[in-house]
Nanobody
Framework: QVQLVESGGGLVQPGGSLGLSCAASGTIYTINRMGWYRQAPGKQRDLVATITSDGTTHYADAVKGRFTISRDSAKNTVYLQMNSLKPEDTAVYYC????????????????WGQGTQVTVSS
């Protein structure tokens, strides 16, 4: 059993900052990659940022220079610091992890958090 628990999110004014965190727990053998995706009403779920086990990061063009993804490997936790927020950043943000479990280390699997709402509005 693996769980991703997100925290953070909420309402912020344009130009403001917000931080998200996501902790993975359970029978985790190793985490290959963690990241954040977002889904606005009526739109598909899009990648925001990812970070691999060796620390390599990748960002969507829409958030480059404004968002920063980081991780604490010891805690199986990933963070997303969001600065200079815009109304178009409003969405439900989902944590994602690609990992291997102790009971099936040969098989990488994808897990998702429950989502957290981020609203950017004055």
């Amino acid at each position: 059993q693996v769980q991703l628990v997100e925290s953070g999110g909420g309402l912020v004014q344009p130009g403001g900052s917000l931080g998200l965190s996501c902790a993975a727990s359970g029978t985790i053998y190793t985490i290959n990659r963690m990241g954040w995706y977002r889904q606005a009403p009526g739109k598909q779920r899009d990648l925001v940022a990812t970070i691999t086990s060796d620390g390599t990061t990748h960002y969507a063009d829409a958030v480059k220079g404004r968002f920063t993804i980081s991780r604490d490997s010891a805690k199986n936790t990933v963070y997303l610091q969001m600065n200079s927020l815009k109304p178009e950043d409003t969405a439900v943000y989902y944590c994602h992890a690609n990992l291997r479990r102790y009971d099936r280390t040969w098989f990488p699997e994808d897990y998702w958090g429950q989502g957290t709402q981020v609203t950017v509005s004055s």
